[in-house]
């Protein structure tokens, strides 16, 4: 079975310590991380309409300006997914494929789990109370569309059940 796990800073450590748990050693693990789109896009922007107004890309280069920080960016989000990827595969201990993709972070993570038997993430909202609010946007879709089985962790120890509201009052009697 091919499970996928997506890797996410900060909640990284627990998806894999859940898929070193939760599957079986003839299992298939893909780390999957995805970079949004939306972080180089916003440095393109910046420097085509702002810092880089009525100057053809690369050029300048005595003034220092012909470096595009949007590309800068793309750089350095490739080099730390590579390097989350490896502190990943790493802790997991055992054969597994890494797989980095960039776009719509939630799109990009539903696609990958196309063909998986198990999806495993982690929480990425308020993580201090029991709730639909530990889940933020990217993870609600990802469950709400997910085309596989997926397992939901907690990335430390879930908070107490004290949390859960009273339940609602009964509806009015009526006669």
Known sequence: MAVVVWIVEGTWPACVDA??????ED???VLLHVTG????????????????????WGHRPAEGWGRDPGIQVEHLAA?????????AAD????????????????????AAAEDAGLLILARDGDR????????????????????????????????DLADIPPPPPPPPHHR
């Open 19 to 24: 898929a070193r748990a939760h599957t079986a």
């Open 27 to 29: 299992d298939e693990i």
């Open 37 to 56: 789109h939306e972080l180089p896009g916003v440095a393109h922007g910046a420097f085509a309409g702002l810092l880089g107004r009525g100057h053809p």
């Open 79 to 87: 080099a730390s997914a590579q390097e989350l990827l490896q502190a």
């Open 91 to 110: 802790r997991l201990g055992r054969p597994c494929t890494r797989v980095e993709r960039t776009g719509r972070v939630e799109r990009e993570v539903v």
């Open 128 to 159: 201090s109370r029991l709730g639909p609010k530990s889940l933020g946007p990217a993870a609600r879709f990802v469950v709400d569309h997910a085309p596989c089985p997926v397992l939901l962790i907690w990335p430390e120890p879930a908070p």
